[in-house]
């Protein structure tokens, strides 16, 4: 399976760093050091996307078709 990129946007802000997927609202986080901002939200965007990939079939019930669309 292919791997997606997204966008973080990072910043250092008074001692910590802070950021933010663009892409997926919702999607941020702070942590102490910019390796564990990246990693804590490497996890919290694969966290987001399977509960909204859960959601979306669950709503869909059965009877569905999955497609991929690109942009």
Do not use: F
Request: net charge negative; charged share 25%; proline share 1%.
């Amino acid at each position: 399976m292919k791997r997606q990129k997204y966008t973080a946007v990072i910043k250092q802000d008074a001692g910590w760093w802070i950021g933010w997927i663009e892409e997926v609202p919702g999607v941020n986080c702070q942590e102490a050091t910019r390796e564990e901002l990246i990693e804590s939200l490497r996890v919290t965007l694969g966290e987001a996307l399977e509960l909204n990939r859960s959601a979306a079939l669950s709503a869909a019930g059965g009877g569905y078709e999955e497609l991929t669309i690109a942009v």
